[in-house]
T-cell receptor
Framework: AQKITQTQPGMFVQEKEAVTLDCTYD???????LFWYKQPSSGEMIFLIY??????QNATEGRYSLNFQKARKSANLVISASQLGDSAMYFC?????????????FGKGTKLTVNP | GAVVSQHPSRVICKSGTSVKIECRSL??????MFWYRQFPKQSLMLMAT?????????EQGVEKDKFLINHASLTLSTLTVTSAHPEDSSFYIC?????????????FGPGTRLTVL
């Protein structure tokens, strides 16, 4: 079963508007971490934001915020005031302890295009 | 801080040759590094977890004899693709666990694009 689901293969947004990228996850472990990474066409993975399973408040980092709904197992990324440079692939990932090796499992990604 | 480098960034080789890719954490130590492979328009797939001073842990379906991993120090892990074939052509990305540096996330290298002719 897929552990991280990103249902939007592609999203379009107008410059300066906000956009929400969806991510749902599946785990039975009470301790886990959720991450969002941005991958521009150059290929590098850029860390955006992190949410721990025990964090009481939604994570925020500048224009990025994470809408964490634990009961629904969702961790949507909200980008406010979109910029042309935000056009990229966005990956949601989960880290859970598995035999001492806390590896990341990635979703399939969402391609975001910001239109001028 | 928390920079991870990869070398080379791009390599083209003939079928049957071996290619070594280096992954270095430049300003922090990492007991654990990870190697991923990414095919075009797909997500990152974990190949193996590299632990300093011990054998790597490979994901199901990844041939350990083909993808040799060595993690000899807290700042260097290497991936060697042995007897490379065209189907091994891919984007290989390493990451380093940032928790020894007090960070929650994995820090990724810039990736290595391998083309096997």
């Amino acid at each position: 079963a897929q552990k991280i689901t990103q249902t939007q293969p592609g999203m379009f947004v107008q410059e300066k508007e906000a956009v929400t990228l969806d991510c749902t996850y599946d785990t039975s472990d009470p301790s886990y971490g959720l991450f969002w990474y941005k991958q521009p066409s150059s290929g590098e993975m850029i860390f955006l934001i992190y949410q721990g399973s025990y964090d009481q408040q939604n994570a925020t980092e500048g224009r990025y915020s994470l809408n964490f709904q634990k009961a629904r197992k969702s961790a949507n990324l909200v980008i406010s005031a979109s910029q042309l440079g935000d056009s990229a692939m966005y990956f949601c990932a989960m880290r859970e302890p598995q035999g001492g090796s806390e590896k990341l499992v990635f979703g399939k990604g969402t391609k975001l295009t910001v239109n001028p | 801080g928390a920079v991870v480098s990869q070398h080379p960034s791009r390599v083209i080789c003939k079928s049957g040759t071996s290619v070594k890719i280096e992954c270095r954490s430049l300003d922090f130590q990492a007991t654990t590094m990870f190697w991923y492979r990414q095919f075009p328009k797909q997500s990152l797939m974990l190949m193996a977890t590299s632990n300093e001073g011990s054998k790597a842990t490979y994901e199901q379906g990844v041939e350990k004899d083909k993808f040799l991993i060595n993690h000899a120090s807290l700042t260097l892990s290497t991936l060697t693709v042995t007897s490379a074939h065209p189907e091994d052509s891919s984007f290989y990305i390493c990451s380093a666990d940032g928790r020894l540096a007090g960070e929650d996330e994995q820090f990724f290298g810039p990736g290595t694009r391998l083309t096997v002719l």
